[in-house]
């Protein structure tokens, strides 16, 4: 089974920044995209930032300017550079693979890290 082990969360003063990053196990095949998802407290958990095989990108409109999506596609792993965080990052960060099942008809399978604490402090 693979896992996705996440590093780099903590706490910082907004304006700060912060790397996340997340590396598995073990190989993946067949990724469609590899990514970050967070979840503030009450709130339901919203794609930050994700990223295709090709380097293709994609952020949430809340993100755009601040983060940068990152990856090495021969390691598996993800990362997310944080810049001038805000309070309002405040989070549980979750690394995500996106992968497709190779059968038919063909049907997607996620991987999910453990998470990792992103607090801001004003």
């Known amino acids: 089974q693979v896992q996705l082990v996440e590093f780099g969360g903590g706490l910082v003063q907004a304006g700060g920044s912060l790397r996340l990053s997340c590396a598995a196990s073990?190989?993946?095949?067949?990724?469609?995209?590899m990514g970050w998802y967070r979840q503030a407290p009450g709130k339901q958990r919203e794609l930050v930032a994700s990223i295709t095989p090709r380097g293709s990108t994609n952020y949430a409109d809340s993100v755009k300017g601040r983060f940068t999506i990152s990856s090495d596609n021969a390691k598996n792993t993800v990362y997310l550079q944080m810049d001038s965080l805000k309070p309002e990052d405040t989070a549980l960060y979750y690394c995500?693979?996106?992968?497709?099942?190779?059968?038919?008809?063909?049907?997607?399978?996620?991987?999910w890290g453990q998470g990792t604490q992103v607090t801001v402090s004003s």
């Open positions: 073990r190989s993946i095949s067949n990724i469609k995209t």
């Open positions: 995500n693979v996106a992968t497709v099942v190779r059968q038919f008809p063909p049907r997607d399978y996620d991987y």
